[in-house]
């Protein structure tokens, strides 16, 4: 499987997408709640967007994050993170009721980073991006999982190009 699985042209002031043309187009995703490579390497960083969610739910920032300055990719990003815990994995991370993987406190209203993974962007230019996988991640290629195109997109991921602009 390769990279690059899309490259994605938007209208930045409408925030309509014009275009997406496929690289890849038999990638599928369903998370399988195992944290291993997401949640356990630590928590991402936050954008101002990010905190103010959290915060709205009851955590005050002080209880969950730290100072650090982090970018993502070519985008900059607010120089807070979620706090590690010890073992180094996202304070958010719970194991799951009967045994059934992980949770995250937050699902909800959890940070633009943790919406986006396993995908990535990368900004191309001022209205384009190249959609990116992390290909590590356990939840790609499940047979049961939802097939990566047009729809997904823009039900998942086409919302956090501009939060994360």
């Given amino acids: 499987m390769k990279e690059n699985i899309a490259r994605i042209t938007v209208n930045p002031e409408t925030k309509q997408v014009f275009d997406i043309h496929f690289y890849e187009r038999n990638v599928r995703f369903k998370c399988k709640k195992c944290a291993i490579y997401c949640c356990k390497l630590g928590g991402p960083s936050l954008t101002k967007k990010d ?6 739910v009851g955590y005050d920032k002080s209880e969950f994050t730290e100072f650090a300055k982090r970018r993502y990719g070519s985008f900059p990003v607010m120089p807070n993170a979620i706090t590690n815990k010890k073992d180094g994995s996202c304070i958010f991370l719970r194991m799951g009721g009967q045994g059934n993987g992980y949770e995250c406190l937050v699902y909800d209203v ?14 191309i230019n001022s209205n384009s991006f190249l959609l990116k996988i992390i290909p590590c ?10 097939l990566v195109n047009e729809r997904f997109i823009a039900e998942h991921l086409i919302e956090s190009i501009y939060a994360i602009l």
């Fill in 51 to 56: 905190v103010d969610k959290i915060e709205s």
């Fill in 110 to 123: 959890r940070p633009v980073l943790c919406r986006l993974y396993p995908f990535e962007f990368e900004k």
């Fill in 137 to 146: 991640c356990n939840g790609l290629n499940n047979p049961d999982g939802e």
